[in-house]
Structures are given as C-alpha cells and as structure tokens.
C-alpha cells in the first residue's frame, strides 16, 4: 500500500515538472500573459485547481512582494503536490530562461558589449516594453485621483532622491496612505483554498524570510566576502518588488549599475533579451549573475532573487483566507500598487530613455517598435530580433 503511494506521489511530482517546464518554454509575454497561460493549463485542461481558487491564489501573490506568475506556479504545486511539487512547479517554470540568459551573458562577455549597435536596438526594446508595461499597470491600479496623487508622489521622490532607500521609503509611505484611504473599502470574497501547509510552517519560512533581509546586510558588512555581498542585494531587490517583473528593474539598477557591478550597457542590453525568453522577468537575474561572476554567478542570483518569493508565497498561504478578509490591509496593498506605478515611470526615465533615445531615428524606431507590441500584437521575441536588426542597421549608416 505505501509502494503504491509513493509511486503515485512520484508520479505526481514528475507531471509537474513536465507541465511547468513546457509552460516555462512557451510562455511569452510578462506577468499578466504567464497568468492566462496557467489558467488555460492549470485551470481548463488539467483541472487541477478550480476557478474560485485559482482567483484567490492570483490575488494572493498580487498582495506579496515578487513575481506574481511565479508564486501563482509555486502555490499550484504546493496544491497539487506539497512543498516538494511548489520547488518542481518552481524549477520548471524558470530553469529554460535562466539557462539561455546565462549563456547570452557569457556570449555578451566575448564579443564585447559597448562595440555592438544591435545592443542600442535592444536598449530601444526595452523603452517599448516598460513605456507598455506602464499604461497597462497605471489603468488597472491608479483608477482615482487619490492613487494618481499617490503615483505622482513616488515618481517625483525617486526622480530626485535616486537611492534605494527613497524608493523603500515611498513603498512604506504609500501603504500608509493607502491604509488611511481605503481602509473601509471592503472585499467580501471568501477564500475556499486548501493547502497541505500548516501555520507553524507559514511562520517558519515567513520567520526565515525576514531574518535573512535583516541578517545578510550585517553578514555582508562582517565579512566583506564578494559572494555574500552579491547574494544580499539580489536577495533585497527580490524582496522589495511590488507589482510585477517590470519593478524589479529600477531595484537591480540601483544596486549594481551605479556600483560599477555591471555597466549601463550591458544591463539594458540583457533587459531587452529577457524580453524575448519565455519564463519570468525575474531571470534577469542570472544573466546579470552571470555577467559579473559567469556561470556559477547566474545560477547563485536566480536563487537569491527568487528566494524571497517562494518563502512569503509558502508563508502566506496559510494565513490567506485572514488577511484577504481584512479591508486594511487591502487599503495598504491599494497604496502600494499606485506608488508602483510611480516607481516605474521614474525607472522609465532613468536609466532606460536617458540612455537609449539620443537621435530622432531612436524615437522613430521607439514608435514602430511600440506600435508592433501594443496595436499589432505581436509575439515579444519578434520586437526583440526587429529591435536588435534595426539597431545594427542604423549603426552603420
């Protein structure tokens, strides 16, 4: 009888690797594409968590700091095979992309970055990309002219204080004011998730999770080891994105481009190929990983990145169906999402116009780009290569 089981159970973790890993080699498009592809698998076809909960999971990982779509992954293997089946929904969904990042970095150290005019292109890809991802993020989560007013605010602080510390500061702020301004607006969804984790385990790994954000900058400081110093700030940038994949590029510019980590080029340059891998926005992690210590450096940054993630998501989910009932913490998840939209346009401007758009062709080549994303809609990986090409060409004209 226990044979039998743990056949089954080994059975269950192997289909769901095999479906999170065909998922993680098809899905294009960023965060909100990633949640319609898990639904169509997921949900419609093989019904393994219904459309109640499915729902209830994407507002979950919306309410978390991270990568929405990858939290939704994790939490779906949790569901369907414990916390053995959320680290193999996990590893599916993001090893493709991380494995073809860390080789265009390696790739990128040989030829030289600064020498090559398809990187402009891809500079000029990623402006199409974020100016998209910020029309559809300032719809969906500054609808009223309190949360507009909130935006403003973070935008005009991060523009003129270009700090880390500015940016955490706006995202407290920002759930202040949020909490004193929607605290009464209520949701009476009910959350009808049943995961196998008990409160104990919640508080373990949400215990972990805030030790290691206090823990890593003074080990960090103690020791002055190259690896540490590098596991801490991608560890912090994953643990201080709010609102989705395009975030984290202000957090990761801060960190390593002002440093002399990782030059402006290189960084936009990786930026606008992620774009064009399937998988989550967070795998910009491994190449940067790997543009500065290789292979092994690609591999520890993915791990530091998502770590953060993948402790809140288990931490979280068995305190869901609390949390989802209480209006305040909606209100101060309200604030934080709008100061996001903030945070974005400010990360727009610098480093990514500043430093990609000189010329009238760079805007010219801006628009079509844009045009081809938004009104054409057309596949990311198709304005990444026509990005690139157009960059090479002008480059010789």
């Known amino acids: 009888m226990n044979h039998k089981k743990e056949k089954s159970k080994a059975h269950t973790w192997w289909e769901i690797l095999i479906v999170s890993t065909k998922l993680g ?4 498009g960023g965060p909100i594409a990633h949640l ?32 929405a779509s990858s939290q939704v992954g994790i939490g779906i293997g949790v569901l369907r095979g414990g916390v053995l089946g959320g680290v193999l929904s996990f590893l599916g969904f993001t090893l493709p992309s ?17 020498l090559t005019g398809w990187i402009h292109g891809l ?36 523009l003129l204080w ?28 009910k959350s009808e998730m049943s995961f196998p984790l008990s409160r104990r385990f919640g508080m373990i790994c949400l215990s972990l999770f805030g030790g290691l954000l206090l823990l890593l900058p003074l080990v960090r400081e103690l020791t002055s080891i190259q690896w540490i110093d590098m596991f801490d700030r991608f560890y912090r940038s994953g643990s201080l994105v709010f609102g989705g994949g ?8 801060r960190e390593f481009v002002p440093t002399g980590l990782v030059s402006e080029e ?20 491994a190449y940067l990983g790997a543009t500065m210590n290789g292979w092994l450096g690609g591999l520890i940054a993915t791990v530091a990145i998502f770590l953060p993630a993948f402790l809140l998501i288990l931490g979280a989910i068995p305190f869901w169906d609390q949390l989802r009932r209480n209006p305040k913490v909606n209100g101060a998840l309200m604030g934080v999402n709008a100061a996001v939209v903030g945070l974005l346009l400010s990360a ?10 000189f010329e009238p062709i760079d805007f010219a080549l801006v628009a079509i780009l844009f045009s081809m994303l938004v009104y054409w809609k057309l596949p990311p990986w198709v304005i990444v290569v026509t990005g690139a090409i157009c960059g090479a060409i002008v480059s010789v004209l």
């Open 25 to 28: 080699l098809s899905s294009f």
């Open 123 to 158: 500079k000029l890809v990623a402006v199409a990309i974020v100016a998209h991802a910020i029309i559809g993020m300032a719809k969906n989560l500054t609808p009223d002219l309190k949360r507009k007013a909130i935006a403003l605010l973070a935008l005009v602080v991060t």
């Open 36 to 67: 319609g592809y898990f639904h169509e698998e997921y949900v419609r076809r093989k019904k393994w968590i219904n459309e109640k909960s499915y729902a209830d999971l994407v507002a979950l990982s919306q309410f978390l700091p991270g990568p």
């Open 246 to 253: 395009h975030v984290v590029l202000p957090l990761l510019e």
């Open 98 to 114: 991380v494995f073809v990042l860390i080789l265009f970095a390696l790739f990128m150290q040989t030829i030289g970055v600064e």
């Open 162 to 189: 270009h700090t880390l510390a500015a940016q955490v500061g706006i995202i407290l702020l920002a759930a202040c004011l949020g909490y004193v301004m929607y605290k009464h607006q209520d949701d009476h969804v």
């Open 348 to 357: 727009f401007y610098q480093p990514i116009w500043i430093s990609a758009v």
């Open 266 to 285: 290189a960084f936009l340059a990786g930026y606008g190929v992620t774009q064009a891998v399937p998988g989550p926005l967070f795998t910009f992690a």
